[in-house]
């Protein structure tokens, strides 16, 4: 059975949104990109004040609205680039958050990934960088995320049953999806106040990504060259590495899902210095992408799961949530296989010998910009 904490979420979350409309007064103005703490700042975060206009689309990095790749170049040393780099990312972000697009699910979906490529980068040379630093801005990216979880959760929800519901074949399953289905929308503030919230949450998470780009420019990395992600990239791979292990072994929603974080911040980092290697590293990053929305799915169902059978009589009734709970469990258990088969095949070295030849491809690189074996 779902064995992930999701008691009171909602509400949780709920409350915190809640808290943010009344702390901002005018919630339809469109955004003031002023952050509460002025600072001096470099040219990327200038970049984004700047570029970013209210009803005027962004530079597209690949397409209209495409997500930029962040990547580490030769001739820049690691500390500029994760300044570049963060620079890009949080102008694109706050470029989403300003428009107002049609879609407004995936610009929410794209801050999100945003705050999580953040806080990959800030392991990236976690162990570089002063603890204080990382903890405060790891908590300033993780609550961006976390305040946009519920807007994220509530339409992911909705998709999930929708889908699973489409191959049902039984009258009592279609019944009881519909019942839960319907349950489930209840749940869910009105249209109107839900793109309000949804907005407040979306003006808020640009204020924070203002003032993490601040200290990104004021970042203090007490190393060089592969001294300054080696490390940090060999504690995310031993982890996501160990973590597998552990999620096998004891086929836990709860081990699966604290594997899925250490393996989208190793995709995320590894995507950073693919340059270096673009042959074995682009492998691993469609891999790791592949591996991550799995598991993402695994968590949603198991997550979904568990809101149901803690509260069956607010979704349909106890009948109604044991048949859709038993359908959610059985997707969770093929898709956990499905994981367990491709991170055996991307974790198939040990840190320490995927860290010495991504070492040498690195000093390469780094070197005269390519490779000779």
């Known amino acids: 059975m779902f064995q992930i904490d999701t008691q009171n979420r909602f509400e949780r979350e709920y409350r915190t949104v809640t808290s943010l409309a009344v702390k901002r007064s005018s919630t339809h103005a469109s955004l003031s990109l002023v952050p509460r703490r002025q600072a001096v700042r470099s040219w990327t975060v200038k970049k984004a004040l700047t570029e970013i206009r209210p009803g005027v689309p962004p530079t597209p990095f690949r397409g209209r609205w495409a997500t930029p790749l962040p990547q580490f170049g030769a001739d820049e040393n690691v500390r500029d680039g ?18 107002s697009g049609s879609n407004r699910a995936n610009d929410l979906h794209q801050v999100r990934v945003t705050a999580k490529r953040l806080r990959a980068s800030l392991r990236l040379v976690r162990p570089v960088i002063g603890n204080a630093f990382f903890r405060q801005e790891n908590r300033r990216l993780k609550k961006v995320a976390d305040c946009l979880a519920l807007f994220r959760d509530a339409t992911v929800f909705r998709q999930t049953l929708v889908g699973l519901s489409a191959s049902l074949s039984t009258r009592q399953d279609k019944k009881a999806f519909a019942s839960v289905l319907r ?6 503030p009105a249209a109107g106040q839900f793109r309000i919230q949804r907005e407040t949450a979306m003006n808020e998470a640009a204020r924070d990504l203002l003032e993490t780009g601040d200290s990104f420019q004021n970042m203090l990395i007490a190393a060089e060259e592969w001294e300054a992600i080696g490390p940090g990239l060999h504690d995310v791979y031993g982890k996501a590495r160990r973590r597998m292990l552990r999620a096998i072994e004891r086929d836990t929603e709860y081990g699966f899902h604290n594997w899925r974080k250490q393996v989208k911040y190793l ?10 290697w673009p042959g074995r590293l682009g492998t691993m990053v469609k891999q790791l992408n592949r591996l991550q929305d799995t598991l993402g799915k695994v968590h949603d169902l198991a997550v979904l799961g568990n809101l149901l059978v803690k509260s069956p009589q607010q979704y349909g009734g106890r009948q109604a949530v044991k048949r859709v709970a038993a359908r959610l469990e059985r997707k969770c258990g093929r ?33 005269d910009g390519e490779f000779r074996e």
């Open 335 to 367: 898709l956990r296989e499905q994981s367990e088969a491709l991170g055996n095949e991307i974790f198939r070295d040990k840190p320490g010998k995927f860290l010495a030849k991504l070492n040498r491809r690195w000093t390469a690189w780094r070197g």
């Open 82 to 99: 994760l300044v570049r780099l963060s620079g890009e990312l949080i102008r694109n972000a706050l470029a989403r958050i300003e428009s």
């Open 267 to 276: 995709c995320y980092q590894l995507q950073m210095v693919q340059r270096a």
């Open 183 to 188: 349950r489930l929308d209840g749940r869910v």
